[in-house]
């Protein structure tokens, strides 16, 4: 019995952490993208999605309950798992390690990214280009979402290739080298994304 529901736990927070969770972020951060065409250009986008009827049934359904499922039990993963880079140095021990650690920056970067912007909003706030001006414009902070942005795209981008495996859809060793391939690309052009995103508003 608990080992049926330890497997389905497993399978939520897998899943979870593609649809929604990581469809979002990709979403985001092609939103975000806009800030390369100005000013005017990122707060069109912004307030479009700021617009989209249902906002917070869909902020809490979409967003919110996934990824706090996703993030809790994540932890509760990454502090029972043991960690064997020390005894294997394969490269996949390495991105099993780095899925753990990227989760905790993820974890850290996303509640005050949303402390920042989204609570704030709630607070009277306008969440625009002029505000994501003034964070960014204090290197620390620049530094503080250069990191977290590029963690979470790591964690989604190696998260996809062991879903991939997880839900047995890449079951060859040549499969999953070509899918590890395709994960890699997927890393490179969204943090390109990201990281364009980002020095746009300084
Ligand atoms: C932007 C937010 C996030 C996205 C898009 C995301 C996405 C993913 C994906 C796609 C997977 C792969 C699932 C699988 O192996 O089948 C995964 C795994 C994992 N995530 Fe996240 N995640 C996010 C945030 C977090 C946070 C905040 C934590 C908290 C520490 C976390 C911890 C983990 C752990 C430990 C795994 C490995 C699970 C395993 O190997 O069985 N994630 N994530």
Do not use: C, D
């Not at 809790?72 to 502090?79: E, K, M, N, S, T």
């Not at 043991?82 to 920056?105: A, C, D, E, P, Y």
């Not at 969440?127 to 204090?138: D, G, T």
């Amino acid at each position: 019995m608990a080992g049926n529901r330890e497997f389905f736990n497993r399978r939520l927070h897998s899943l979870l952490g593609v649809i929604p969770v990581g469809l979002f972020l990709v979403q985001h951060l092609v939103v975000n993208h806009f800030a390369t065409g100005g000013e005017e250009s990122f707060n069109n986008a912004a307030h479009f999605m700021e617009s989209l009827p249902f906002r917070i049934f869909l902020e809490t359904f979409v967003i919110y309950l996934p990824l706090l499922f996703h993030a809790i039990y994540g932890l509760y993963i990454a502090f029972t798992a043991k960690n064997n880079t020390s005894r294997f140095g394969f490269f996949r021990n390495w991105m099993f390690m780095l899925q753990r650690v990227t989760g905790v920056i993820t974890l850290v970067f996303v509640a005050w990214h949303v402390w920042e912007t989204r609570v704030a909003a709630a607070f009277g706030a306008e969440v625009n280009f002029q505000m994501m001006e003034n964070i960014l414009s204090n290197p620390f902070m620049f530094w503080f979402y250069i990191i977290g942005v590029i963690s979470a795209i790591f964690h989604f981008a190696n998260g996809l290739w062991s879903f991939l495996v997880s839900w047995g859809i890449t079951v060859s060793p040549r499969s999953q080298v070509i899918s590890t391939y395709v994960t890699i690309g997927i890393f490179i052009a969204l943090s390109i994304v990201g990281v364009r995103a980002l020095t746009a508003f300084i």
